[in-house]
């Protein structure tokens, strides 16, 4: 079994970062997908060894990736910020990616909105956001062989 902590959106929110590592030292990954991806390097400074980055729509400096297809056990998960596959709209262009790559998880970020439904057979994530100006929240994703089930945390209550 494998967990991963998924965040997007944190916006320089430093003190909300830190409330999840606890959480993020347990992980076995974790996952920024973008705005800002500075904060993502925060990170990355405190776990080098599972942290991977994506560039969003409002990165100036890209530290990370535009798209990633990472594999956990046997789940292949594809992540990106979003802004590129009209997710405002629809999972549509997001999930036929995530099909081509041959991955059963997409992950996005960029409307500040969780999400966790499925897309035909794409299980479609969006953490939310950890920004200090809108409600947060983040996503813990845990994969067991060819299994993945999401769950979006609330992360309002510690008034972050």
Not at 56 to 69: F, I, S
């Amino acid at each position: 079994m494998k967990t991963i902590v998924v965040i997007s959106d944190t916006h320089g929110n430093r003190r909300g970062i830190e409330s999840l590592f606890p959480v993020m030292e347990e992980s076995d990954m974790i996952i920024h997908l973008g705005d800002t991806s500075q904060d993502g390097g925060f990170i990355r400074e405190k776990f080098p060894d599972k942290t991977y980055l994506l560039n969003g729509n409002c990165d100036l400096y890209k530290l990370g990736e535009d798209e990633l297809v990472l594999e956990a056990e046997k789940v292949k998960i594809f992540a990106c910020h979003g802004h590129r596959y009209s997710v405002k709209s629809t999972y549509g262009k997001l999930a036929a990616r995530a099909r081509e790559l041959g991955c059963s998880v997409a992950l996005y970020g960029h409307t500040h909105r969780a999400v966790e439904e499925t897309c035909g057979d794409i299980l479609v994530v969006n953490p939310g956001t950890m920004s200090r100006y809108s409600h947060k929240s983040y996503c813990y994703l845990i994969i067991n062989g060819d299994k993945a089930v999401a769950k979006i945390v609330d992360a309002d209550e510690r008034n972050l």
